[in-house]
Nanobody, 122 residues
Framework: QAQLVESGGGLVQAGGSLRLSCAAS????????LGWFRQAPGKAREFVAN????????YYADSVKGRFTISRDDAENTMYLQMNSLKPGDTAVYYC???????????????WGQGTQVTVSS
């Protein structure tokens, strides 16, 4: 059974940093696009960033570009999201996801983690 498990969330002050991890098990996702999404209370889930299977191409939402960095280590079956210069507007539950040829729509992704809470205080 394929599984994605996020970790690294928490409470941080505005301007601070966090690094989220997404550990995959049950299958290899080396040929899949891996992505991060987030959902704030009362809002729809939104795309944050993704990274292609080779790790050579990344794509970011405008709201996080220049502040967040996505990376992957296929040898460890793990993906990361380094989040710097955090803002209160970044507060949300963050989800990792995997899908073959996935892009920015959540329907592109077949596998999802359970989410990790990120709270940024002002």
């Amino acid at each position: 059974q394929a599984q994605l498990v996020e970790s690294g969330g928490g409470l941080v002050q505005a301007g601070g940093s966090l690094r989220l991890s997404c550990a995959a098990s049950g299958r290899t996702f080396s040929s899949y696009t891996l992505g991060w999404f987030r959902q704030a209370p009362g809002k729809a889930r939104e795309f944050v960033a993704n990274i292609r299977w080779s790790g050579s191409r990344t794509y970011y939402a405008d709201s996080v570009k220049g502040r967040f960095t996505i990376s992957r280590d296929d040898a460890e079956n793990t993906m990361y999201l380094q989040m710097n210069s955090l803002k209160p507007g970044d507060t949300a539950v963050y989800y990792c996801a995997a899908g073959p040829g996935a892009m920015v729509r959540d329907t592109d992704y077949a596998y999802w983690g359970q989410g990790t809470q990120v709270t940024v205080s002002s």
